[in-house]
Protein backbone atom coordinates (compact mmCIF):
# COMPACT_ATOMS: atom_id res chain seq x y z
CA UNK A 1 0.00 0.00 0.00
CA UNK A 2 2.82 2.55 1.01
CA UNK A 3 4.72 1.45 -2.42
CA UNK A 4 1.00 2.07 -4.45
CA UNK A 5 0.31 5.60 -2.49
CA UNK A 6 3.89 6.75 -3.24
CA UNK A 7 3.87 5.42 -6.82
CA UNK A 8 0.76 7.15 -7.13
CA UNK A 9 1.41 10.46 -5.81
CA UNK A 10 5.22 10.78 -7.89
CA UNK A 11 3.18 10.00 -10.85
CA UNK A 12 0.96 12.87 -10.41
CA UNK A 13 2.97 15.18 -9.60
CA UNK A 14 5.60 13.74 -12.69
CA UNK A 15 3.01 14.42 -14.94
CA UNK A 16 1.95 17.97 -14.50
CA UNK A 17 5.66 19.33 -14.96
CA UNK A 18 6.21 22.05 -17.04
CA UNK A 19 7.90 21.10 -20.18
CA UNK A 20 7.38 17.53 -19.99
CA UNK A 21 5.59 17.04 -23.48
CA UNK A 22 8.51 18.97 -25.26
CA UNK A 23 11.53 16.83 -23.03
CA UNK A 24 9.00 13.80 -24.18
CA UNK A 25 9.77 14.48 -27.56
CA UNK A 26 12.93 14.97 -27.92
CA UNK A 27 13.75 12.10 -26.32
CA UNK A 28 11.82 9.70 -28.27
CA UNK A 29 12.92 11.64 -31.68
CA UNK A 30 16.68 10.45 -30.21
CA UNK A 31 15.57 6.93 -28.80
CA UNK A 32 13.37 5.87 -31.33
CA UNK A 33 15.82 6.78 -34.57
CA UNK A 34 18.63 5.12 -32.69
CA UNK A 35 19.65 1.55 -33.97
CA UNK A 36 21.39 -0.76 -30.83
CA UNK A 37 23.72 -3.47 -32.00
CA UNK A 38 26.00 -5.65 -29.49
CA UNK A 39 28.12 -8.76 -30.66
CA UNK A 40 27.54 -11.31 -28.05
CA UNK A 41 29.03 -14.11 -29.16
CA UNK A 42 31.54 -15.15 -32.03
CA UNK A 43 31.94 -18.96 -33.22
CA UNK A 44 33.76 -20.65 -35.95
CA UNK A 45 30.36 -20.41 -37.76
CA UNK A 46 28.04 -17.03 -36.85
CA UNK A 47 28.37 -13.78 -35.37
CA UNK A 48 25.81 -13.56 -32.33
CA UNK A 49 24.27 -10.27 -31.61
CA UNK A 50 21.60 -8.47 -30.34
CA UNK A 51 19.99 -5.69 -32.45
CA UNK A 52 17.23 -3.22 -31.57
CA UNK A 53 15.72 -0.98 -34.61
CA UNK A 54 14.11 1.68 -34.59
CA UNK A 55 10.64 1.61 -32.74
CA UNK A 56 11.26 -1.80 -31.00
CA UNK A 57 10.84 -2.09 -27.61
CA UNK A 58 13.60 -4.41 -26.88
CA UNK A 59 16.90 -6.16 -28.14
CA UNK A 60 16.37 -8.95 -30.87
CA UNK A 61 19.04 -11.74 -30.88
CA UNK A 62 20.18 -12.61 -34.53
CA UNK A 63 22.96 -14.70 -35.90
CA UNK A 64 24.92 -13.77 -39.21
CA UNK A 65 27.28 -16.68 -41.25
CA UNK A 66 30.29 -16.80 -41.02
CA UNK A 67 30.89 -17.48 -44.37
CA UNK A 68 28.59 -14.53 -45.40
CA UNK A 69 24.99 -14.59 -46.37
CA UNK A 70 22.18 -12.82 -44.62
CA UNK A 71 21.58 -12.88 -40.85
CA UNK A 72 19.14 -14.59 -39.30
CA UNK A 73 16.67 -13.72 -36.89
CA UNK A 74 16.86 -16.22 -33.51
CA UNK A 75 14.73 -14.62 -30.60
CA UNK A 76 12.57 -11.94 -30.79
CA UNK A 77 11.64 -11.47 -26.96
CA UNK A 78 8.70 -8.97 -27.53
CA UNK A 79 7.02 -11.77 -29.49
CA UNK A 80 7.19 -13.65 -26.27
CA UNK A 81 5.91 -10.91 -24.18
CA UNK A 82 2.54 -10.67 -22.15
CA UNK A 83 0.64 -7.22 -21.42
CA UNK A 84 2.28 -6.07 -18.30
CA UNK A 85 5.25 -8.60 -17.97
CA UNK A 86 7.44 -7.13 -20.91
CA UNK A 87 10.21 -10.23 -21.58
CA UNK A 88 14.09 -9.52 -22.28
CA UNK A 89 17.11 -11.42 -23.28
CA UNK A 90 19.35 -12.26 -20.56
CA UNK A 91 22.05 -13.94 -22.16
CA UNK A 92 22.56 -16.00 -25.44
CA UNK A 93 25.44 -18.89 -26.21
CA UNK A 94 25.47 -20.61 -29.64
CA UNK A 95 26.43 -24.32 -29.92
CA UNK A 96 29.70 -24.99 -31.51
CA UNK A 97 28.85 -26.95 -34.22
CA UNK A 98 26.17 -23.64 -35.23
CA UNK A 99 23.00 -25.53 -34.53
CA UNK A 100 21.33 -24.50 -31.39
CA UNK A 101 21.25 -21.40 -29.30
CA UNK A 102 20.81 -21.31 -25.63
CA UNK A 103 19.40 -18.65 -24.46
CA UNK A 104 17.79 -16.78 -21.33
CA UNK A 105 14.83 -14.75 -21.06
CA UNK A 106 13.57 -12.33 -18.37
CA UNK A 107 10.07 -11.40 -16.95
CA UNK A 108 9.28 -7.72 -16.14
CA UNK A 109 12.84 -7.08 -14.74
CA UNK A 110 12.54 -9.66 -11.85
CA UNK A 111 15.75 -11.28 -13.12
CA UNK A 112 14.67 -14.78 -12.68
CA UNK A 113 16.11 -15.95 -15.58
CA UNK A 114 14.73 -18.70 -17.64
CA UNK A 115 16.71 -21.04 -19.94
CA UNK A 116 16.13 -22.24 -23.01
CA UNK A 117 17.23 -24.20 -26.34
CA UNK A 118 16.56 -23.20 -29.70
CA UNK A 119 17.36 -25.42 -32.43
CA UNK A 120 17.98 -23.67 -35.58
CA UNK A 121 16.57 -25.56 -38.82
CA UNK A 122 13.88 -26.61 -36.89
CA UNK A 123 12.66 -24.06 -34.56
CA UNK A 124 12.11 -26.47 -32.14
CA UNK A 125 12.09 -24.37 -28.35
CA UNK A 126 12.60 -26.35 -25.47
CA UNK A 127 12.75 -25.41 -21.83
CA UNK A 128 15.85 -26.87 -19.86
CA UNK A 129 15.40 -24.61 -16.42
CA UNK A 130 13.35 -21.73 -15.00
CA UNK A 131 15.21 -21.37 -11.72
CA UNK A 132 17.29 -18.76 -12.14
CA UNK A 133 19.55 -20.43 -14.71
CA UNK A 134 22.98 -19.18 -16.53
CA UNK A 135 24.56 -21.12 -19.06
CA UNK A 136 27.73 -21.83 -18.91
CA UNK A 137 29.22 -23.82 -21.69
CA UNK A 138 28.09 -25.99 -24.55
CA UNK A 139 30.21 -29.78 -24.46
CA UNK A 140 32.84 -29.62 -27.10
CA UNK A 141 30.64 -32.49 -29.70
CA UNK A 142 27.14 -29.42 -28.74
CA UNK A 143 25.24 -32.85 -27.80
CA UNK A 144 24.57 -31.05 -24.14
CA UNK A 145 25.17 -27.63 -22.09
CA UNK A 146 26.61 -26.90 -18.97
CA UNK A 147 24.20 -24.72 -17.17
CA UNK A 148 24.14 -23.28 -13.38
CA UNK A 149 20.59 -22.65 -11.18
CA UNK A 150 19.58 -22.06 -8.09
CA UNK A 151 17.73 -25.22 -5.57
CA UNK A 152 14.64 -26.96 -6.27
CA UNK A 153 13.65 -25.39 -2.99
CA UNK A 154 15.07 -22.11 -3.52
CA UNK A 155 12.53 -19.29 -2.95
CA UNK A 156 12.39 -16.06 -4.56
CA UNK A 157 13.38 -13.20 -2.06
CA UNK A 158 14.54 -15.39 0.61
CA UNK A 159 17.79 -14.66 2.20
CA UNK A 160 19.46 -17.81 1.32
CA UNK A 161 17.83 -17.80 -2.40
CA UNK A 162 21.23 -17.42 -4.19
CA UNK A 163 22.99 -20.07 -1.96
CA UNK A 164 23.88 -23.60 -2.99
CA UNK A 165 23.13 -23.17 -6.98
CA UNK A 166 24.82 -26.34 -8.66
CA UNK A 167 25.96 -26.92 -12.09
CA UNK A 168 24.10 -29.33 -14.24
CA UNK A 169 24.40 -30.99 -17.65
CA UNK A 170 21.49 -30.78 -19.87
CA UNK A 171 21.83 -33.56 -22.68
CA UNK A 172 19.75 -32.71 -26.40
CA UNK A 173 16.65 -34.98 -26.90
CA UNK A 174 15.95 -35.69 -23.04
CA UNK A 175 13.45 -34.23 -20.47
CA UNK A 176 15.10 -31.37 -18.44
CA UNK A 177 14.20 -33.65 -15.50
CA UNK A 178 17.09 -36.21 -16.48
CA UNK A 179 19.28 -33.21 -16.32
CA UNK A 180 22.81 -34.83 -13.67
CA UNK A 181 24.11 -32.33 -11.19
CA UNK A 182 27.77 -32.47 -11.86
CA UNK A 183 29.14 -29.68 -9.94
CA UNK A 184 28.98 -27.86 -6.15
CA UNK A 185 31.17 -25.68 -4.79
CA UNK A 186 31.49 -28.16 -1.76
CA UNK A 187 33.77 -30.06 -3.97
CA UNK A 188 37.22 -29.82 -4.71
CA UNK A 189 40.07 -28.02 -2.80
CA UNK A 190 38.87 -25.70 -0.18
CA UNK A 191 40.11 -21.88 -1.59
CA UNK A 192 37.68 -19.78 0.50
CA UNK A 193 34.85 -20.51 -1.80
CA UNK A 194 31.25 -21.30 -0.21
CA UNK A 195 27.50 -21.48 -1.08
CA UNK A 196 26.87 -17.93 -2.04
CA UNK A 197 29.62 -18.70 -4.82
CA UNK A 198 27.67 -19.54 -8.52
CA UNK A 199 29.72 -22.32 -9.88
CA UNK A 200 29.72 -22.96 -13.84
CA UNK A 201 31.36 -25.96 -15.70
CA UNK A 202 33.73 -24.20 -18.84
CA UNK A 203 34.47 -27.04 -21.35
CA UNK A 204 36.70 -25.92 -24.44
CA UNK A 205 36.71 -27.61 -28.23
CA UNK A 206 40.09 -29.32 -28.25
CA UNK A 207 40.67 -29.90 -24.46
CA UNK A 208 41.07 -32.80 -22.53
CA UNK A 209 40.27 -30.56 -19.54
CA UNK A 210 37.23 -28.94 -17.95
CA UNK A 211 37.21 -26.26 -15.59
CA UNK A 212 34.76 -25.41 -12.71
CA UNK A 213 34.55 -21.99 -12.19
CA UNK A 214 33.09 -20.11 -9.00
CA UNK A 215 31.32 -16.47 -9.84
CA UNK A 216 31.29 -14.35 -6.95
CA UNK A 217 28.12 -12.04 -7.16
CA UNK A 218 27.45 -14.15 -10.09
CA UNK A 219 29.96 -11.80 -12.11
CA UNK A 220 33.42 -12.51 -11.43
CA UNK A 221 35.20 -15.56 -11.31
CA UNK A 222 37.14 -15.31 -7.48
CA UNK A 223 37.73 -19.00 -7.64
CA UNK A 224 38.37 -22.16 -10.03
CA UNK A 225 39.29 -25.70 -10.31
CA UNK A 226 40.58 -28.02 -13.39
CA UNK A 227 40.46 -31.40 -13.82
CA UNK A 228 40.36 -34.10 -16.89
CA UNK A 229 37.02 -34.26 -18.56
CA UNK A 230 37.14 -37.92 -18.57
CA UNK A 231 37.42 -38.09 -14.96
CA UNK A 232 34.27 -35.77 -14.32
CA UNK A 233 31.71 -37.53 -11.58
CA UNK A 234 29.91 -36.04 -8.74
CA UNK A 235 31.75 -35.78 -5.55
CA UNK A 236 34.47 -37.77 -6.86
CA UNK A 237 36.47 -35.13 -9.41
CA UNK A 238 39.99 -35.34 -9.10
CA UNK A 239 39.70 -31.64 -9.34
CA UNK A 240 42.87 -29.58 -8.56
CA UNK A 241 43.40 -25.69 -7.60
CA UNK A 242 43.82 -23.31 -10.98
CA UNK A 243 43.38 -19.98 -8.97
CA UNK A 244 41.67 -18.23 -5.67
CA UNK A 245 39.98 -14.88 -4.64
CA UNK A 246 43.69 -13.13 -4.17
CA UNK A 247 44.68 -13.96 -7.70
CA UNK A 248 41.70 -11.26 -8.14
CA UNK A 249 40.96 -12.68 -11.48
CA UNK A 250 38.73 -10.31 -14.19
CA UNK A 251 38.01 -13.23 -16.98
CA UNK A 252 39.20 -16.50 -17.77
CA UNK A 253 39.47 -18.36 -21.11
CA UNK A 254 40.02 -22.37 -22.06
CA UNK A 255 41.59 -23.52 -25.85
CA UNK A 256 43.04 -26.97 -25.78
CA UNK A 257 44.83 -27.56 -22.33
CA UNK A 258 45.71 -24.11 -21.95
CA UNK A 259 44.19 -21.41 -19.70
CA UNK A 260 44.24 -17.76 -20.31
CA UNK A 261 43.62 -15.57 -17.36
CA UNK A 262 43.30 -11.87 -16.54
CA UNK A 263 43.97 -11.09 -12.65
CA UNK A 264 44.13 -8.21 -10.97
CA UNK A 265 45.95 -9.83 -7.82
CA UNK A 266 49.56 -9.45 -8.18
CA UNK A 267 49.32 -6.29 -10.73
CA UNK A 268 46.97 -3.76 -9.61
CA UNK A 269 46.20 -2.59 -13.39
CA UNK A 270 46.29 -6.53 -14.84
CA UNK A 271 48.28 -8.98 -16.39
CA UNK A 272 47.13 -11.63 -18.33
CA UNK A 273 49.18 -15.46 -17.93
CA UNK A 274 48.70 -18.89 -18.79
CA UNK A 275 49.07 -22.08 -17.28
CA UNK A 276 48.81 -25.63 -18.93
CA UNK A 277 46.18 -27.28 -17.52
CA UNK A 278 47.46 -30.75 -16.77
CA UNK A 279 50.25 -28.89 -14.36
CA UNK A 280 47.75 -26.03 -12.94
CA UNK A 281 50.73 -24.99 -10.48
CA UNK A 282 51.24 -21.40 -9.59
CA UNK A 283 54.61 -21.69 -10.68
CA UNK A 284 54.00 -22.85 -13.41
CA UNK A 285 52.22 -19.47 -14.98
CA UNK A 286 53.61 -17.71 -17.61
CA UNK A 287 53.41 -13.92 -17.81
CA UNK A 288 51.99 -13.02 -21.69
CA UNK A 289 50.97 -9.61 -21.01
CA UNK A 290 52.92 -7.77 -18.27
CA UNK A 291 51.04 -4.74 -16.45
CA UNK A 292 51.35 -1.59 -17.78
CA UNK A 293 50.86 2.14 -17.31
CA UNK A 294 46.56 1.81 -18.05
CA UNK A 295 43.83 -0.75 -16.48
CA UNK A 296 42.89 -3.68 -18.67
CA UNK A 297 40.13 -5.14 -17.79
CA UNK A 298 38.36 -8.33 -20.54
CA UNK A 299 40.31 -10.74 -22.62
CA UNK A 300 39.38 -12.08 -25.75
CA UNK A 301 40.90 -15.50 -27.13
CA UNK A 302 41.13 -15.45 -30.49
CA UNK A 303 43.11 -17.71 -33.22
CA UNK A 304 46.09 -15.31 -33.83
CA UNK A 305 46.29 -14.21 -30.22
CA UNK A 306 44.60 -12.20 -27.26
CA UNK A 307 42.93 -8.84 -27.76
CA UNK A 308 42.74 -7.43 -24.63
CA UNK A 309 40.87 -4.01 -23.56
CA UNK A 310 42.17 -1.22 -21.86
CA UNK A 311 41.28 2.10 -19.93
CA UNK A 312 43.62 5.22 -21.30
CA UNK A 313 42.57 7.76 -18.94
CA UNK A 314 38.83 8.22 -19.71
CA UNK A 315 39.44 6.85 -23.24
CA UNK A 316 39.18 2.55 -24.33
CA UNK A 317 42.12 1.25 -26.33
CA UNK A 318 42.46 -2.43 -27.39
CA UNK A 319 45.65 -4.57 -27.65
CA UNK A 320 46.52 -7.87 -28.66
CA UNK A 321 49.17 -10.38 -27.70
CA UNK A 322 50.18 -11.77 -30.94
CA UNK A 323 50.50 -16.29 -30.64
CA UNK A 324 52.93 -16.04 -33.23
CA UNK A 325 55.44 -13.78 -32.42
CA UNK A 326 54.84 -13.26 -29.18
CA UNK A 327 54.70 -9.53 -29.18
CA UNK A 328 51.78 -7.21 -27.74
CA UNK A 329 50.55 -4.54 -30.29
CA UNK A 330 47.91 -1.52 -30.18
CA UNK A 331 45.05 -1.96 -32.59
CA UNK A 332 45.33 1.15 -34.21
CA UNK A 333 41.39 2.90 -33.64
CA UNK A 334 39.79 5.06 -35.73
CA UNK A 335 39.14 7.80 -33.72
CA UNK A 336 38.78 8.19 -29.05
CA UNK A 337 36.30 6.94 -27.49
CA UNK A 338 35.01 4.11 -25.52
CA UNK A 339 36.22 0.20 -26.26
CA UNK A 340 33.14 -2.08 -25.26
CA UNK A 341 32.08 -5.90 -25.94
CA UNK A 342 34.92 -6.99 -27.04
CA UNK A 343 34.75 -10.52 -28.99
CA UNK A 344 36.72 -13.50 -30.48
CA UNK A 345 36.76 -16.71 -31.18
CA UNK A 346 39.47 -19.37 -31.03
CA UNK A 347 38.62 -21.17 -34.78
CA UNK A 348 38.51 -16.90 -36.19
CA UNK A 349 40.91 -14.69 -36.90
CA UNK A 350 40.64 -11.05 -35.04
CA UNK A 351 38.58 -9.54 -32.93
CA UNK A 352 34.97 -7.90 -33.16
CA UNK A 353 34.06 -4.96 -30.78
CA UNK A 354 31.99 -1.56 -30.41
CA UNK A 355 33.48 1.89 -30.23
CA UNK A 356 31.49 5.04 -29.23
CA UNK A 357 31.57 8.19 -27.17
CA UNK A 358 29.79 10.44 -25.69
CA UNK A 359 28.94 12.52 -27.95
CA UNK A 360 29.01 10.21 -31.06
CA UNK A 361 27.04 7.16 -31.74
CA UNK A 362 28.12 3.48 -31.88
CA UNK A 363 30.07 1.48 -34.28
CA UNK A 364 30.71 -2.68 -34.59
CA UNK A 365 34.19 -2.80 -35.73
CA UNK A 366 36.53 -5.69 -36.78
CA UNK A 367 39.67 -6.24 -36.39
CA UNK A 368 41.88 -8.62 -38.63
CA UNK A 369 45.08 -10.36 -37.82
CA UNK A 370 46.88 -7.77 -39.37
CA UNK A 371 45.17 -5.53 -36.85
CA UNK A 372 43.34 -3.78 -40.14
CA UNK A 373 40.19 -2.37 -38.36
CA UNK A 374 37.00 -2.15 -40.34
CA UNK A 375 33.47 -0.90 -39.60
CA UNK A 376 31.67 -4.33 -40.21
CA UNK A 377 28.42 -2.44 -41.29
CA UNK A 378 26.32 -4.29 -38.38
CA UNK A 379 25.29 -0.90 -36.83
CA UNK A 380 23.86 1.87 -39.47
CA UNK A 381 24.41 5.33 -38.98
CA UNK A 382 22.21 7.13 -36.45
CA UNK A 383 20.04 9.25 -38.02
CA UNK A 384 20.59 12.47 -36.18
CA UNK A 385 23.75 15.23 -36.06
CA UNK A 386 25.80 15.17 -33.36
CA UNK A 387 28.19 18.04 -34.48
CA UNK A 388 26.75 20.42 -32.15
CA UNK A 389 27.82 18.53 -28.97
CA UNK A 390 31.49 17.84 -27.72
CA UNK A 391 33.42 16.22 -24.57
CA UNK A 392 35.72 18.46 -22.52
CA UNK A 393 38.11 16.09 -20.59
CA UNK A 394 39.39 16.89 -17.44
CA UNK A 395 41.13 15.86 -14.26
CA UNK A 396 39.74 16.64 -10.84
CA UNK A 397 42.33 17.30 -7.84
CA UNK A 398 40.37 15.71 -4.85
CA UNK A 399 40.91 17.07 -1.26
CA UNK A 400 43.93 14.21 -0.54
CA UNK A 401 45.46 15.01 -4.15
CA UNK A 402 43.97 11.89 -6.01
CA UNK A 403 43.32 12.79 -9.44
CA UNK A 404 39.83 12.03 -10.50
CA UNK A 405 38.73 12.13 -14.52
CA UNK A 406 35.63 13.30 -15.50
CA UNK A 407 34.14 14.03 -18.81
CA UNK A 408 31.38 16.91 -19.45
CA UNK A 409 29.56 16.89 -21.99
CA UNK A 410 27.83 19.96 -23.69
CA UNK A 411 26.63 22.00 -26.87
CA UNK A 412 30.02 23.53 -28.61
CA UNK A 413 28.37 26.70 -27.50
CA UNK A 414 27.42 26.62 -24.31
CA UNK A 415 28.38 29.65 -21.81
CA UNK A 416 30.44 29.32 -18.75
CA UNK A 417 27.83 31.10 -17.09
CA UNK A 418 27.33 29.72 -13.54
CA UNK A 419 23.52 29.12 -14.93
CA UNK A 420 23.83 26.01 -16.43
CA UNK A 421 21.77 22.92 -15.29
CA UNK A 422 24.15 19.84 -14.85
CA UNK A 423 24.10 16.96 -13.85
CA UNK A 424 26.47 14.44 -12.62
CA UNK A 425 26.25 10.68 -12.73
CA UNK A 426 28.90 8.71 -11.05
CA UNK A 427 29.46 5.01 -9.91
CA UNK A 428 32.28 4.26 -8.18
CA UNK A 429 32.27 0.18 -6.89
CA UNK A 430 33.12 -3.45 -7.48
CA UNK A 431 35.86 -1.82 -9.42
CA UNK A 432 33.31 -1.26 -12.66
CA UNK A 433 34.40 1.80 -14.62
CA UNK A 434 31.66 4.44 -15.75
CA UNK A 435 32.49 4.02 -19.36
CA UNK A 436 32.29 6.55 -21.33
CA UNK A 437 29.73 5.62 -24.16
CA UNK A 438 27.55 7.42 -26.28
CA UNK A 439 23.60 7.43 -24.66
CA UNK A 440 21.25 8.91 -27.33
CA UNK A 441 18.82 10.55 -24.63
CA UNK A 442 21.07 12.75 -23.20
CA UNK A 443 22.16 14.64 -26.18
CA UNK A 444 18.26 15.35 -25.13
CA UNK A 445 19.35 17.29 -21.74
CA UNK A 446 22.25 18.96 -23.44
CA UNK A 447 20.14 20.45 -26.11
CA UNK A 448 17.82 21.89 -23.70
CA UNK A 449 20.79 23.74 -22.47
CA UNK A 450 21.92 21.23 -19.63
CA UNK A 451 25.58 19.73 -19.49
CA UNK A 452 26.46 16.80 -18.31
CA UNK A 453 29.28 15.08 -16.07
CA UNK A 454 30.66 11.48 -15.70
CA UNK A 455 32.79 11.29 -12.55
CA UNK A 456 35.49 8.72 -12.69
CA UNK A 457 35.13 8.24 -9.08
CA UNK A 458 37.08 6.07 -6.68
CA UNK A 459 35.49 2.43 -6.11
CA UNK A 460 35.52 2.19 -9.63
CA UNK A 461 38.12 0.14 -11.94
CA UNK A 462 39.02 3.39 -14.60
CA UNK A 463 42.59 3.39 -12.96
CA UNK A 464 42.88 -0.50 -11.56
CA UNK A 465 42.35 -2.20 -8.95
CA UNK A 466 44.41 0.50 -6.68
CA UNK A 467 41.60 2.32 -7.86
CA UNK A 468 39.03 0.07 -6.48
CA UNK A 469 40.23 -0.57 -2.95
CA UNK A 470 40.64 3.20 -2.71
CA UNK A 471 36.73 3.78 -2.30
CA UNK A 472 35.56 0.47 -0.86
CA UNK A 473 35.03 -0.76 2.89
CA UNK A 474 36.79 1.42 5.37
CA UNK A 475 37.78 3.55 1.92
CA UNK A 476 34.06 3.85 1.16
CA UNK A 477 33.85 8.22 1.55
CA UNK A 478 36.59 8.67 -0.83
CA UNK A 479 33.54 8.17 -3.53
CA UNK A 480 30.72 10.28 -2.19
CA UNK A 481 34.05 12.96 -1.13
CA UNK A 482 35.39 12.79 -5.06
CA UNK A 483 31.82 13.71 -6.14
CA UNK A 484 31.63 16.43 -3.79
CA UNK A 485 35.16 17.50 -4.88
CA UNK A 486 34.32 17.20 -8.65
CA UNK A 487 31.09 19.36 -7.57
CA UNK A 488 33.08 22.28 -6.23
CA UNK A 489 35.35 22.63 -9.03
CA UNK A 490 32.88 22.54 -11.25
CA UNK A 491 31.28 25.21 -9.47
CA UNK A 492 34.30 27.38 -9.21
CA UNK A 493 35.20 27.17 -12.93
CA UNK A 494 31.55 28.16 -13.22
CA UNK A 495 30.08 25.48 -15.42
CA UNK A 496 26.93 25.84 -12.96
CA UNK A 497 26.23 26.62 -9.62
CA UNK A 498 24.50 25.17 -6.55
CA UNK A 499 21.24 26.66 -7.52
CA UNK A 500 21.33 24.36 -10.77
CA UNK A 501 23.49 21.61 -9.73
CA UNK A 502 22.20 17.83 -9.72
CA UNK A 503 23.83 14.39 -8.82
CA UNK A 504 22.64 11.32 -9.99
CA UNK A 505 23.54 7.75 -9.03
CA UNK A 506 22.46 4.21 -9.93
CA UNK A 507 22.53 1.33 -7.79
CA UNK A 508 25.69 0.91 -6.11
CA UNK A 509 26.19 4.53 -6.59
CA UNK A 510 22.80 5.22 -4.25
CA UNK A 511 25.64 5.15 -1.99
CA UNK A 512 27.34 7.85 -3.61
CA UNK A 513 24.37 10.43 -4.23
CA UNK A 514 22.74 9.39 -1.05
CA UNK A 515 26.25 10.65 1.34
CA UNK A 516 26.97 13.41 -0.79
CA UNK A 517 23.76 15.19 -0.18
CA UNK A 518 23.91 14.15 3.23
CA UNK A 519 27.15 15.21 3.80
CA UNK A 520 26.98 18.53 1.34
CA UNK A 521 23.00 18.96 0.92
CA UNK A 522 23.93 22.79 0.52
CA UNK A 523 26.14 21.67 -2.49
CA UNK A 524 22.91 20.13 -5.08
CA UNK A 525 19.92 21.55 -5.74
CA UNK A 526 18.50 17.94 -7.16
CA UNK A 527 19.39 14.15 -6.27
CA UNK A 528 18.01 11.62 -8.56
CA UNK A 529 18.57 7.96 -6.62
CA UNK A 530 18.03 4.87 -9.05
CA UNK A 531 17.36 1.58 -7.66
CA UNK A 532 19.85 2.76 -4.81
CA UNK A 533 21.34 0.78 -1.91
CA UNK A 534 20.63 3.76 0.48
CA UNK A 535 20.71 1.57 3.90
CA UNK A 536 23.88 -0.76 3.66
CA UNK A 537 23.96 -1.57 7.13
CA UNK A 538 20.19 -4.09 6.31
CA UNK A 539 21.19 -4.72 2.79
CA UNK A 540 22.88 -7.83 3.57
CA UNK A 541 20.01 -9.27 5.01
CA UNK A 542 18.26 -9.52 1.28
CA UNK A 543 18.39 -11.58 -1.26
CA UNK A 544 21.36 -10.34 -3.15
CA UNK A 545 22.96 -9.61 0.24
CA UNK A 546 25.43 -12.69 0.48
CA UNK A 547 28.39 -12.03 -0.73
CA UNK A 548 27.91 -7.98 -0.74
CA UNK A 549 30.70 -8.23 1.89
CA UNK A 550 33.67 -8.33 -0.05
CA UNK A 551 32.90 -4.97 -1.33
CA UNK A 552 31.09 -3.25 1.86
CA UNK A 553 31.96 -4.94 4.62
CA UNK A 554 29.73 -7.04 7.08
CA UNK A 555 27.15 -6.20 10.52
CA UNK A 556 29.03 -9.59 11.73
CA UNK A 557 32.26 -7.84 12.66
CA UNK A 558 32.33 -4.37 14.46
CA UNK A 559 34.81 -2.67 12.69
CA UNK A 560 32.75 -3.79 9.51
CA UNK A 561 29.46 -2.57 11.02
CA UNK A 562 31.44 1.00 11.63
CA UNK A 563 31.87 0.81 7.64
CA UNK A 564 28.63 0.21 6.89
CA UNK A 565 26.90 2.62 8.92
CA UNK A 566 29.39 5.58 7.96
CA UNK A 567 28.08 4.41 4.18
CA UNK A 568 24.06 4.06 5.45
CA UNK A 569 22.59 7.02 3.49
CA UNK A 570 19.46 6.69 5.53
CA UNK A 571 21.16 6.49 8.67
CA UNK A 572 22.42 9.76 8.31
CA UNK A 573 19.29 11.97 7.31
CA UNK A 574 18.85 15.01 9.97
CA UNK A 575 16.10 15.94 10.81
CA UNK A 576 15.51 20.54 10.09
CA UNK A 577 18.18 20.11 7.36
CA UNK A 578 17.32 21.41 4.04
CA UNK A 579 17.93 18.69 1.49
CA UNK A 580 17.95 18.95 -2.02
CA UNK A 581 14.65 17.97 -4.47
CA UNK A 582 14.92 14.63 -4.76
CA UNK A 583 13.36 12.04 -7.26
CA UNK A 584 13.79 8.44 -5.99
CA UNK A 585 13.61 5.70 -8.60
CA UNK A 586 12.48 2.02 -7.68
CA UNK A 587 11.32 -1.07 -9.64
CA UNK A 588 8.87 -3.25 -8.35
CA UNK A 589 10.31 -6.41 -9.44
CA UNK A 590 14.03 -5.75 -8.19
CA UNK A 591 15.82 -8.45 -7.35
CA UNK A 592 19.49 -6.91 -6.60
CA UNK A 593 18.07 -3.76 -4.98
CA UNK A 594 14.91 -4.32 -3.08
CA UNK A 595 12.11 -1.66 -3.12
CA UNK A 596 12.31 -0.99 0.50
CA UNK A 597 15.91 0.26 0.59
CA UNK A 598 14.57 3.35 -1.57
CA UNK A 599 11.42 3.55 0.11
CA UNK A 600 13.09 4.19 3.62
CA UNK A 601 15.32 6.88 2.44
CA UNK A 602 12.23 8.47 0.97
CA UNK A 603 10.11 8.21 4.33
CA UNK A 604 12.99 9.48 6.08
CA UNK A 605 13.37 13.03 3.87
CA UNK A 606 9.83 13.61 3.38
CA UNK A 607 9.69 13.47 7.36
CA UNK A 608 12.65 15.34 7.26
CA UNK A 609 13.91 17.82 5.21
CA UNK A 610 13.44 21.22 5.72
CA UNK A 611 14.01 22.59 2.16
CA UNK A 612 10.29 22.40 0.93
CA UNK A 613 11.50 21.21 -2.08
CA UNK A 614 9.67 17.32 -3.27
CA UNK A 615 10.35 14.01 -2.18
CA UNK A 616 8.92 11.63 -5.01
CA UNK A 617 9.15 8.19 -5.22
CA UNK A 618 9.17 6.45 -8.04
CA UNK A 619 7.75 3.15 -8.72
CA UNK A 620 7.74 1.29 -12.12
CA UNK A 621 5.80 -2.05 -11.90
CA UNK A 622 7.13 -3.87 -14.74
CA UNK A 623 10.50 -3.16 -14.52
CA UNK A 624 13.67 -4.82 -12.11
CA UNK A 625 16.89 -2.92 -11.30
CA UNK A 626 16.88 -2.11 -15.16
CA UNK A 627 14.08 -0.60 -17.45
CA UNK A 628 12.63 -3.61 -19.43
CA UNK A 629 12.17 -1.89 -22.72
CA UNK A 630 12.70 1.01 -24.60
CA UNK A 631 9.49 2.95 -23.98
CA UNK A 632 9.98 2.64 -20.08
CA UNK A 633 13.67 4.33 -20.63
CA UNK A 634 12.09 6.94 -22.20
CA UNK A 635 9.63 7.66 -19.90
CA UNK A 636 12.37 7.11 -16.98
CA UNK A 637 14.72 9.84 -18.87
CA UNK A 638 11.56 12.26 -19.29
CA UNK A 639 10.90 12.04 -15.70
CA UNK A 640 14.37 12.64 -14.38
CA UNK A 641 15.21 15.62 -16.77
CA UNK A 642 11.41 17.34 -16.53
CA UNK A 643 11.96 16.71 -12.30
CA UNK A 644 15.52 18.36 -13.09
CA UNK A 645 14.50 21.34 -15.04
CA UNK A 646 11.45 22.00 -13.03
CA UNK A 647 13.96 22.68 -9.89
CA UNK A 648 16.89 23.69 -11.05
CA UNK A 649 14.75 26.96 -13.43
Known amino acids: AYLKAQGLHARQALDALPRRREIAARLEAYSAAATVVAVQQVTEHWTVYYRRDPGQQSLRAYALPAAGGQAQLLVDPEALSKPGAPRALKGVLMSPDGRHLAYVLDTGGAEIRELRILTLATREDVLVSALNAVPGSWLPDSSGLYYSRARDDAVVGAQDYGLGQASWLHRLGTPASADACLFRTSEGPRLGQGERELPQLLAAAGSDH ?95 GIYVHEFRGQVGALKRYAFATGRVEDVPLPREGAVWDVKASSSREGAWFGMDGLTWPAVTLHADARLRVTDTGLTPPAPFDTAPFTTTRLEVKARDGAMVPIEIMHRRDTPRDGRRPLLIQAYGSYGLPLDPGFVPSLLAFLELGGVMVMAHVRGGGEKGEDWHRAGMKAAKPNTWRDVIDVAEVLVRERWTSPRHLALWGTSAGGIMVGRAITERPDLFRVAIGEVGIFNPLRFELTANGPGNDLEFGTVKKQDEFGWLREMDSYHHVRSGVRYPATLLITGANDARVEPWQVAKLAARLQKDSASGRPVLLRVDYESGHYASTRAANVLKYTDIFAFLLAQVG
Open 210 to 304: LLAVMYSNGEWPAYALVAPTAALQPGQTPWQALFGAEDGVQDVALHGDTVYVLAKGRAARGEVWSVDARKPATANRVVLIPQGEHAIDALALASD
